[in-house]
């Protein structure tokens, strides 16, 4: 494209000569997007598209299993437009459902299935106030989200018109050698919590066979629980793969318009017990994978993939799930895991491409199982949902080709607004702390951030190498931003074309090289890409009668590599021995984080550090510069919650590990 020289970014677009050469196409196709995955994958039939526990699902069974769930959700009365709650993890059956549900118009709407709280009556709660605005008919759900917030609620839900409920189990899609590579990770996992790095798939029988029969008496206990629940359901509660079987021969009728609703994920920049929902269209989808293909995200041609971030998320629903299909690649499912057990995953799939979280990948040359590990088969590195340090992405590009592989570290920037990834960062544009160049057909430019009703776009004047401002954003995979008539995502125009705020301070370069500098609204992200709005924290914390202030801040966690929150927090007694104090700590993170409906989990402060006053800058007002640059000083409070990505388990707080730590179960 010929530069035009206005000054303006979404005018001149120089990122576009990166794009040289590049076929980019003039608009997405005008079907579904199952359908367009199907095109894609024609002469692949018989090649493996999903591998989960070692099982392989080749595309022709991918296909077949996503015709099995349109006639499963027809069957039950399931039309155009209709809202399905989706709690389940990572799971070929999860996916199925989502393809049923998308070819017949319908829409998949994803809810994080880990809990909150340990209380299951304020999980339950939190999940009702969602399902009140979102107005799901039908839920999908395994087996332990089912027991531990749906049974609660089941009266409440039958009031609201919620009559059918299906129920998942994560080993529905397992074979026996699938069972098999299930247990050897459940003895491996074990072993790598001990510190105990001699893994093996050579599990002697013996020990298989014991601890297979703990699992399946766990699995019995449980059934038996679940059966007894679903006696006295007020609801129509059916096993998924029993209607699966009863339907083989139900017909369906495929509904194939790109401007149709069919997933509704939850940005993880609105916390509390409604987050914000974001509504994509089988058209956002299309518009999405094939920009990614373009600009380079994903597998190559039969590479496979770590499906590892969740669909309850954007990122992990299109660039880290069905961008691999479209790549004509593999999927590995994973349902569940710890960051400890991510070199575990890398040494026993050997994945061709990694798309994570940079805490994960900042880990990786610590991993004791990957020290002499031939990592050649690793292609493409990429992270998103948080920022890493230019120095840190050396350090790993250098580790991973002392490892034998010649992937660089490569990022984006996205939002579940846009199907997670906007912009790429690779070859001759990955510079330096850049989130890169935007995708083909989207357009970054940057607008006043001072001005909140109208966008006022900033232009490059003569002198300037840089230009300052918020990031404003407009493409095809963009939500149209409604769900039920409301305004979830406002919308601006500007030059004939559509544009939403990402609230992301930074610069832009000549070259069309954008940078991030901060979020407003001093909002920032966890190692695991969740968004911290410190206001949102702040205020619940100093509810509590002891509490006079309370302060939210980033610090960068060593341990785990990564941005993490702390509370600075000033108290109204001042004259508190350290056991006094651990004890409102306590008492905070219990009372008014975990009781809390309007909080979550991943809201608590990994530390706090309780001091007499806050420092205050020349406009007294509070200094958070000057909290955030004080960094860790070594007499914090630790609060350490023990979780997988399904399940909290406890909640450690202590000053001293090797000291008294108490524990919330």
């Not at 509504?279 to 994903?298: D, E, F, M, R, W």
């Not at 061709?352 to 292609?379: C, G, R, V, W």
């Not at 990022?411 to 510079?431: I, L, P, Q, R, V």
Request: with cysteine; glycine share 8%.
């Amino acid at each position: 494209m010929e530069n035009k020289k206005t000054g303006y970014p979404h005018i001149d677009r120089p990122w576009m000569k990166y794009y040289d050469g590049l076929y980019v196409p003039f608009g997405e196709p005008t079907v579904g997007m199952v359908d367009l995955l199907k095109e894609r994958n024609k002469w692949r039939k018989s090649k493996v598209a999903v591998e989960y526990y070692g099982k392989k699902i080749s595309y022709d069974e991918l296909w077949d299993r996503a015709n099995n769930a349109s006639k499963v959700l027809s069957n039950l009365g399931v039309k155009q437009g209709d809202i399905i709650l989706s709690m389940v993890p990572n799971i070929p059956e999860e996916r199925d459902i989502w393809f049923g549900a998308s070819q017949i118009g319908a829409i998949t709407d994803y809810i994080d299935p880990r809990p909150d709280s340990m209380d299951p009556i304020t999980n339950s709660r939190k999940l009702l106030e969602i399902i009140k605005y979102e107005k799901p008919k039908y839920i999908v759900a395994v087996d332990m989200c089912y027991l531990g917030m749906i049974k609660p609620i089941e009266n409440e839900l039958k009031e609201m018109g919620i009559n059918d409920v299906i129920i998942i189990n994560a080993s529905d899609s397992m074979d026996e050698r699938a069972y098999l590579s299930y247990v050897t990770d459940v003895i491996n996992y074990d072993k790598l919590k001990q510190g105990n790095f001699d893994i093996s798939d050579n599990i002697p029988v013996d020990i298989l066979k014991s601890v297979s029969a703990k699992l399946m008496g766990d699995v019995q206990k449980q059934q038996e629980v679940l059966n007894a629940a679903i006696s006295t359901s007020p609801l129509n509660v059916y096993n998924y793969m029993d209607l699966v079987k009863e339907c083989q021969n139900s017909r369906f009728e495929i509904v194939s318009d790109p401007d149709l609703i069919n997933y509704i994920g939850h940005t993880s920049g609105t916390s509390g017990a409604r987050p914000k929902p974001i509504a994509l269209s089988n058209g956002n989808a299309n518009a999405s994978v094939i920009q990614c293909q373009i600009a380079g995200v994903g597998p190559n041609e039969g590479g496979t993939s770590l499906h590892i971030l969740p669909g309850f998320a954007p990122f992990g629903r299109y660039n880290n799930d069905i961008q691999s299909f479209y790549n004509r690649g593999i999927n590995i499912d994973v349902p569940a895991f710890v960051i400890s057990e991510f070199g575990y995953l890398i040494k026993k799939y050997k994945p061709s491409a990694i798309m994570t979280p940079p805490a994960f990948l900042t880990a990786l040359p610590e991993y004791e199982l990957l020290k002499n590990e031939d990592l050649s088969y690793i292609q493409r590195v990429v992270y998103g949902g948080d920022a890493m340090t230019y120095e840190d992405e050396e350090r790993i590009s250098e580790w991973l080709r002392e490892h034998g592989s010649n992937a660089e570290v490569e990022k984006g920037h996205g939002m579940s607004e846009f199907c997670g990834c906007g912009t790429y960062a690779k070859d001759d544009y990955n510079k330096p702390n850049t989130i890169g160049i935007p995708a083909p057909k989207t357009i970054y430019t940057m607008v006043d951030p001072e001005i909140e009703d109208r966008l006022v776009p900033l232009r490059f004047e003569d002198g300037m190498d840089v230009l300052r401002g918020e990031i404003a954003v407009s493409a095809n995979h963009v939500t149209n931003g409604l769900l039920h008539g409301d305004v979830i995502v406002p919308h601006y125009e500007m030059d004939g074309n559509s544009y939403i705020r990402t609230k992301d301070i930074g610069y832009m370069d000549k070259d069309g090289c954008f940078f991030i500098d901060e979020r407003k609204g001093r909002s920032f992200a966890r190692i695991d890409g969740f968004k911290i709005k410190p206001s949102e924290i702040e205020k619940p914390i100093e509810e509590n009668e002891n509490v006079r202030y309370a302060r939210i801040v980033p610090y960068y966690d060593k341990d785990i590599r990564g941005q993490m929150p702390i509370c600075h927090l000033v108290l109204e007694n001042n004259d508190l021995n350290e056991e006094e104090q651990i004890a409102i700590i306590e008492d905070i993170v219990y009372n008014n984080i975990i009781g809390n409906p309007n909080m979550n989990s991943r809201q608590i402060p990994s530390k706090f550090k309780i001091r007499e006053s806050l420092p205050l800058n020349k406009g007294n007002k509070v200094d958070f510069k000057a909290l955030e640059a004080e960094g860790l000083t070594g007499d914090e409070i630790s609060v350490v919650v023990n979780e997988t990505n399904v399940a909290v388990e406890s909640i450690d707080i202590f000053k001293d590990k090797k000291g008294k730590v108490r524990k919330i179960k």
